[in-house]
């Protein structure tokens, strides 16, 4: 199994427009304000790895679902 590394990088240390265009295009439709993407992040490494796991949430789910149903997934991962 691979690692999931989600790094946020403002430019000093390198340029990472393009990085970031590509994760905007990906789940930004689903991001309303800033706490949610750490709540995304901890959805998809529970995705990845599954002994993280909290919640029933992110069992079976997939990027695609949520981004179909992220507004009824936000409450219970709050």
């Known amino acids: 199994?691979?690692?999931?590394?989600?790094?946020?990088?403002?430019?000093?240390i390198c340029d990472s427009?393009?990085?970031?265009?590509i994760s905007c295009v990906k789940l930004r439709p689903v991001v309303e304000t800033g706490?949610?993407?750490l709540l995304i992040v901890r959805l998809l490494l529970e995705i990845k790895n599954p002994s993280l796991r909290t919640s029933l949430v992110a069992n079976g789910l997939r990027v695609e679902g949520i981004?179909?149903?992220w507004f009824d997934i936000l409450p219970v991962v709050m």
């Open 17 to 21: 427009v393009r990085e970031t265009a």
């Open 1 to 12: 199994m691979g690692d999931l590394y989600a790094l946020d990088f403002d430019g000093v």
């Open 35 to 37: 706490y949610e993407t």
């Open 67 to 69: 981004l179909e149903s």
